[in-house]
T-cell receptor, first 118, second 116 residues
């Protein structure tokens, strides 16, 4: 099946610094990627939809200036957590929509990035 | 209002037995899709099975089958012959919207533990 990677798989940063997470579709071109956030023992919450070459669409309540999303190419989307605080510590998961997927609008998920802000 | 409801926070099942994980959904769309994902402790989301709203047959994928009851808006996952490796979190999700604006909405998940 289609492969989506994320880098790094885990990161620890100090409060006030910025962290960039990369999401890559390795064997297909993804015009649309999605970023999710998952707190411990909770569900995945969609943060934003990232479309190649255009601005991301953020879900209600997600600060676009804090969570910067850049979908610069058909295989790469990045999420930058700016001025991170301990409450930003979470598991961030990206997914990519396969344009030719057999199941309508199927999303392929990356392995996730665990962010810890100290 | 919750769009995906998974009422069972956790379940235990004996190895080799079948187990049903409940999921109900709420939508006014005619076209939608229902997914089940498995999330082991490693965190990756593993696709298990998909059911389209217009599919007349219940979906099956190996040991997984989806009991789709459209009128009741339920999409229960049935795992036959449970294995120890099936122990994980399971999420039901619904795809709503259409190309360019579609999104996946997830339920709260439920934890399945398979006992030897």
């Amino acid at each position: 099946g289609a492969v989506v990677s994320q880098h790094p798989s885990w990161v620890i940063c100090k409060s006030g610094t910025s962290v960039k997470i990369e999401c890559r579709s390795l064997d297909f071109q993804a015009t649309t990627m999605f970023w999710y956030r998952q707190f411990p023992k909770q569900s995945l919450m969609l943060m934003a939809t990232s479309n190649e070459g255009s601005k991301a669409t953020y879900e209600q309540g997600v600060e676009k200036d804090k969570f910067l999303i850049n979908h610069a190419s058909l295989t790469l989307s990045t999420l930058t957590v700016t001025s991170a605080h301990p409450e930003d510590s979470s598991f961030y998961i990206c997914s990519a929509r396969h344009p030719l997927g057999g199941r309508l609008y199927e999303q392929y998920f990356g392995p996730g990035t665990r962010l810890t802000v100290t | 209002a919750q769009k995906i409801t998974q009422t069972q926070p956790g379940m235990f099942v004996q190895e080799k037995e079948a187990v049903t994980l409940d999921c109900t959904y709420d939508t006014s769309d005619q076209s939608y899709g229902l997914f089940w994902y498995k999330q082991p402790s490693s965190g990756e989301m593993i696709f298990l099975i998909y059911q389209g709203s217009y599919d007349e047959q219940n979906a099956t994928e190996g040991r997984y089958s989806l009991n789709f009851q459209k009128a009741r808006k339920s999409a229960n996952l049935v795992i036959s012959a449970s294995q120890l490796g099936d122990s994980a979190m399971y999420f039901c999700a619904m795809r709503e919207g259409r190309g360019g604006s579609e999104k996946l909405v997830f339920g709260k998940g439920m934890k399945l533990t398979v006992n030897p």
